[in-house]
């Protein structure tokens, strides 16, 4: 995860809100108490001159309510005026005192005494004395440029009529200087405040984002799996309680993902021991998961198969238009049989769905390599068709000759008789064919128990040869025997062993011409013995050998019934040789003859004494 920098960390934003509320806090306050402080130095201004004009008022009043005599050497009103307005401090505010008519008596301006006896035409002075009313006001002086304050307060006689006015104009400079020293300092005040503010800020955010830090830190951590660490708790408080939960919350997460890790372990054991394929798809058909059955089902890498179409893969785009439409299908039985082998596979397929919306997610596909399935149901197929076509020639014929002979033909000496042979060799036919299907039955179902012993198969093997040769006929079949004079002991059911022979060495026989010679081989290998049985008949073609053991299969057909064949004699041979822990095969050239080989195990008592 990208770091975070400085100048976009919540711990700047702490700063900066502790800073802004703390700047906010003092210029509200400042704002303020300036207001509130120029207001009352304003009033404590006021006060004091309104207390200076009060006294001047009085004397002033005194002095035109004065009654003056002709005495040459008592002062004028106007020089009266003048003594009194002279001792007003200058430094304070310029005084002026007037009559009733606004002409200047006395002023305590001693640069500007030449206003004394002019009339002040002003308004404010002239509204004081008609109206008889205070007058208080603000203004700017044009020639200093400072802020002054002018009072015009009229003089009244004991029945309120109006006799002179004082005129009082002082500068507000000094009330507003003070006001500015006093800003002045607030304002260091508060830039030292907002330096202490901003480090104090620091290290409160950093207090309130250390424990938040520790938490994403570990939050990343446990992000890359890791559960081992935990965060610090340095209190009780809110973050503290986060975390607390938060550490809470990695035990858990923890304990969680160990049970998901372990599930996810038996799943991958389950699929990866799984017999069958398991393949699972999105919701667009693209392959999300697929085990190593299924990759040998299709002879490919499973991790090749990842990300391609489940469709394409299974080769049914052609006959599947939607991935979806797979569940409706059910179960499918995919033939991937080619020229050179036989393989069918059986797929099962199931939708997945969302819980909440009930939308259908992907699909979850089961193959099974049913080939040996479909074989054998092919076999079974095919056997039962064998069988039909097997008994229905001999019952055919059967009725044929029955109704032949209800027709009448049994009242004829010559035909009756050669119609009872026929019917009697296809009844010995049909039941040698039945015996047979019986015996191969209770082999499959193992109901028919060997009865082992120990045998030396190259006497035992001399015995079987010694009655073929007494039985053949005319004596026109010769037997040539390679068989050691040494004793090979081997373990077998004497009974089930020279069924083998008899039917190897029969089919020998019957397919020999005359005047022929059988081969009669044994040979030690390596913990077994090999038998081999030679004929000189019309061999067999090399891609038939392997189905001569089939049941019902003849090379030729036509001479194999003339001879009485079942077509079942090589099928029990190689159900009693199997028995017997052997493997037997056919080896052939067309024109040259067929040799059946056959193999049993070596006793291993006596192969120890050998």
């Known amino acids: 995860m990208k770091k975070v920098g400085f100048f976009r960390s919540i711990q700047l934003k702490f700063i900066i809100i502790y800073i802004l509320l703390l700047v906010i806090a003092v210029q509200v306050i400042g704002s303020y108490v300036a207001r509130e402080l120029e207001a009352e130095l304003l009033d404590n201004f006021k006060e004091a001159t309104n207390d200076r004009i009060d006294l001047l008022s009085y004397n002033v009043e005194q002095a035109f309510n004065k009654q003056r005599t002709d005495d040459p050497e008592e002062p004028t009103l106007q020089e009266e005026i003048q003594e009194i307005t002279i001792d007003v401090d200058r430094t304070g505010a310029m005084v002026q005192v007037m009559n009733n008519q606004g002409r200047v008596l006395g002023t305590n301006d001693y640069t500007n005494t030449e206003i004394i006896g002019k009339k002040i035409t002003e308004d404010t002075v002239q509204r004081a004395i008609k109206f008889n009313t205070s007058i208080d006001n603000t203004s700017l002086n044009v020639n200093t440029g400072e802020r002054v304050l002018v009072r015009v307060e009229p003089v009244v006689d004991d029945n309120n009529n109006v006799q002179g006015v004082i005129y009082l104009e002082t500068s507000l400079e000094s009330v507003y200087d003070q006001l500015q020293k006093i800003n002045d300092i607030f304002l260091k005040g508060s830039v030292i405040a907002l330096i202490v503010s901003v480090l104090l800020g620091i290290l409160v955010a950093r207090a309130i984002t250390k424990p938040i830090l520790e938490m994403r830190q570990q939050a990343q951590t446990m992000a890359r799996g890791d559960f081992s660490q935990k965060v610090e708790v340095y209190g009780s408080d809110e973050i503290s309680q986060l975390a607390v939960t938060f550490n809470h919350l990695n035990d858990r ?4 993902m160990g049970q998901i890790e372990n599930e996810q372990r038996k799943l991958e054991s389950v699929l990866e021991n799984m017999t069958d394929g ?13 085990n190593e059955a299924a990759g040998r089902l299709f002879n490919e890498n499973p991790m090749h198969l990842l990300n391609k ?10 006959k599947v238009e939607d991935i979806i439409q797979l569940q409706q299908s059910g179960t499918l039985v995919l033939d991937y049989s080619h020229e050179e082998e036989t393989h069918y596979v059986r797929a099962n397929f199931s939708t997945l769905y969302d819980d909440n919306s009930e939308k259908a997610t992907g699909i979850i596909t089961v193959l099974s390599d049913v080939t040996e399935e479909e074989k054998i149901e092919q076999e079974r197929r095919e056997f039962v068709s064998n069988v039909s076509h097997e008994l229905r020639t001999p019952l055919t014929t059967l009725r044929s000759y029955l109704e032949a002979l209800t027709d009448g033909a049994w009242e004829d000496p010559d035909i009756a008789p050669k119609f009872l042979e026929v019917i009697q060799n296809e009844t010995e036919r049909m039941i040698r064919m039945v ?6 039955s209770k082999i499959d179902s193992k109901e028919q128990p060997l009865m082992r012993e120990v045998v030396d198969f190259p006497k035992f093997f001399h015995h079987i040869i010694d009655r073929f040769e007494m039985n053949v006929k005319d004596g026109n079949i010769t037997f040539k025997r390679i068989i050691p004079d040494e004793s090979y002991f081997v373990y077998i059911d004497k009974d089930k062993m020279t069924q083998v022979l008899d039917n190897i060495i029969s089919n020998a026989v ?4 005359d005047g022929g010679c059988i081969t009669c081989r044994v040979q030690k290998d390596i913990r077994q013995i090999i038998v081999s049985i030679q004929d000189e008949g019309i061999g067999i073609e090399y891609e038939k050998l392997d189905k001569i053991f089939d049941r019902f299969y003849r090379v030729d057909k036509a001479r194999t019934r003339q001879l009485g064949g079942t077509g079942l004699g090589l099928a029990i041979t190689r159900e009693l040789v199997e028995s017997h822990y052997g493997r037997i095969w056919a080896s052939s050239k067309e024109g040259k003859g067929t040799t059946i080989h056959f193999t049993l195990p070596l006793n291993n008592k006596r192969r120890r004494q050998q």
Do not use: W
């Open 253 to 256: 997460l923890k304990h969680y």
């Open 278 to 290: 398991v393949i699972a798809t999105d919701s667009k058909g693209e392959i999300t998961l697929i």
């Open 309 to 318: 179409d489940l469709l394409a893969l299974l080769e049914l785009e052609e």
């Open 435 to 440: 015996n047979s299907l019986l015996q191969l």
């Open 510 to 513: 019957k397919y020999s011409p």
